[in-house]
């Protein structure tokens, strides 16, 4: 992770970096990724210019360049102050201090390593160009809720993989987009909100194909539950679920071809790169190539550690704080630990760049609901784990919802603050919903969520 490339030291020494020029590798490596995607602008609103005064005093070029590279990634974002929490839940498990702690601590943690992910993967698409980047931000744009849910799969909490996932299509759909809409009308309550309504049409198409498989399923339930054979109908149930699963990946497939190839222009962002809330849109890559991945592959190996904690610490948590391991997976994790995103599509709203809070918002509940949720059930395919696409009656019904809301909120491409409050205040309610539903003491040993009678 030290390495850091010949571009932080040109920068460090004024070199061809300096003044925003372009080196001829940085150009070479990226003249083509003019056309920024939502997701890379949305997380760039919370990073912070680097400030390299104390650090180019130091004579040593190789550990110059070191103390650059920790300032860049620990410093360069506004949440830098929520790192303290990484080693304090790490000391947490250590000391065997209060799981409810531990939990606490490693939720926290996750926001701004989600956050630099998303700085890494966008430091990486410099290099590789703009569809290796994309299909880098297509994986890791939501690293966090697949991390998590590949640690609840190999726990046996296949209930909480589910309410986590639907949680962040919820958070994603409902909270985001009516709280950035709902703010950023009030923000711009004398101007008129337009955006695009072409990239959210492809969005809610592939939310309501994911929304079809998982009514499927729910309706082939209530049809076979009147068999005589409750062992076959859970095997028919399963396959039902996998076909679906190959399904919506096919579909994803084509959606990352559909963005990346054939009708880029449609998710480039159109906005200019002046950022007047203090966040950063860089021209060019302040870290180098070999540095970005090994970084990328430690910060993912700290969200895998922190990821285990949480699943560990989930139901000791909910019997901490005397509220259900549904609410807490369904509301609590999606809310953290996508925190960072959220603030960036709340930002741009207030700036009236309404079409990068759409970027950012339906192409995350797009991921998780037609990448994460099949993949998950393919993964515990291979694990030897029964995990199928039954949501459960409410679950499913919040999530069909949610898309339907959202739909007819975005099909005339105008905004005002209205139109942000209605999906907020449904979101309010689903939470009510999933808080009042189930208990603590009614979740099992093993993590599964038990209905009340």
Request: a neutral charge.
């Amino acid at each position: 992770m030290a390495s850091t490339g010949y571009e932080v030291a040109r920068r460090l020494e004024g070199g061809e970096l300096k003044g925003g020029g372009m080196s001829k590798e940085a150009q070479h490596g990226h003249g083509h990724t003019h056309g920024r995607t939502a997701h890379n602008m949305s997380s760039s609103s919370l990073r912070k210019k680097s400030d390299l005064a104390l650090v180019s005093k130091v004579r040593c070029r190789f550990l110059r360049a070191l103390l650059a590279n920790l300032q860049e990634i620990f410093l360069g974002t506004k949440l830098f102050v929520l790192f303290p929490a990484v080693p304090l839940a790490v000391a947490a498990s250590y000391f065997n201090f209060g799981r409810a702690w531990l939990f606490a601590l490693s939720l926290l943690g996750l926001a701004p390593l989600a956050e630099r992910v998303s700085f890494l993967t966008e430091q990486i698409a410099y290099y590789t160009g703009p569809t290796v980047g994309g299909l880098l931000n297509a994986t890791c744009g939501n690293a966090t809720e697949l991390i998590i849910a590949l640690f609840a799969l190999r726990e046996g909490k296949i209930e909480v993989v589910k309410c986590s996932l639907v949680g962040s299509v919820l958070s994603n759909l409902l909270l985001v987009l009516g709280t950035s809409l709902f703010f950023g009308g009030l923000a711009n309550l004398h101007k008129e909100q337009f955006y695009d309504r072409k990239q959210a049409d492809v969005n809610t198409g592939l939310l309501l194909l994911g929304a079809l498989c998982h009514i499927l399923l729910l309706m082939f339930g209530y049809v076979m539950n009147s068999g005589e054979h409750p062992a076959v109908d859970a095997v028919r149930r399963l396959a039902l679920s996998r076909a679906c699963s190959v399904v919506m990946l096919l579909a994803y497939v084509a959606y990352l071809f559909f963005q990346l190839k054939t009708h880029r222009r449609l998710f480039e962002s159109k906005e200019g790169d002046e950022d007047n809330d203090g966040g950063v849109s860089e021209d060019e890559p302040v870290i180098g190539f070999p540095s970005a991945v090994a970084w990328l592959a430690g910060m993912t190996a700290v969200i895998a550690a922190l990821s285990e904690y949480v699943v560990g610490t989930i139901e000791a948590a909910s019997d901490s704080w005397g509220i259900s391991v549904s609410f807490i997976s369904i509301i609590l994790l999606p809310i953290v630990g996508n925190a960072a995103e959220h603030a960036g599509a709340i930002i741009f709203a207030f700036k009236n760049k309404l079409d990068i809070t759409l970027g950012v918002s339906l192409g995350s509940a797009t991921q998780i609901s037609m990448f994460v949720v099949p993949l998950s059930v393919m993964v515990a395919w291979i694990m030897g784990i029964e995990m199928d696409l039954d949501l459960k009656l409410l679950e499913t019904g919040s999530l069909i919802m949610a898309i339907l809301v959202i739909a007819f909120t975005l099909q005339d491409g105008t905004a005002h603050y209205l139109k942000g409050l209605v999906p907020l205040l449904c979101y309010i309610a689903i939470a009510a919903c999933f808080y009042v539903y189930r208990s603590p003491d009614q979740t099992d040993k093993g993590g599964a969520l038990i209905t009340a009678a």
